[in-house]
């Protein structure tokens, strides 16, 4: 309703490895509650989670470890609002290529993402990315042993692509998912979205 008070959202930050800190500024940039999480009781208190880039074979081997897989499985089946970033992209995938042996993912996101795509440490870039839907100019996106979206399903809108027409971000539902780095270049519009989407999600309980 125009002129309402936003609903006060908590949006939690997975704090396995990788850039937390990075995450957790950008959302209280926007005026979001922001904290991270590292156990199961820490999950069930936010309204929408970000998975950081990092190494997702960690991730993977840590979620497990320290008891978090299956609940945030079930908190993705059950909607709640996930933004992935690099590894998180990988983490959200249903399926992935050039897994390691074992690896698994949280998956929720009707897609196929392939692990480095771009090569070692040594290649990652620096490119802008066109993001439309998103609104205002092209995002600086710092790509680091990204990864590619190499097949996306029909419940999968694209929102944005390389130059040669690769996918590097998109959304499904409550889920998005980009391959490249926005909370190091201190582009906000994906946790913007993510918000918007937990203050919908929050809305209708």
Known sequence: MAGSTPIQITVGVLALQGAVREHLDALRRLGTEAQPVRTPADLAAVNALVIPGGESTVIDKLSRAFGLDGPIRAAISGGLPVLGTCAGLI????????????QRTFGGLDATVRRNAFGSQAESFETDVAVPELGGPAMHGVFIRAPIVEEVGPGVTVLG????????????GKLLGVAFHPEISGEDRFHARLIDLAREAAGRN
């Open 161 to 172: 692509r390389l130059d040669d027409g690769r996918i590097v971000a998109v959304q499904q």
């Open 91 to 102: 983490m959200l995938a249903d399926r992935i290529q050039g897994q390691a042996a074992g």
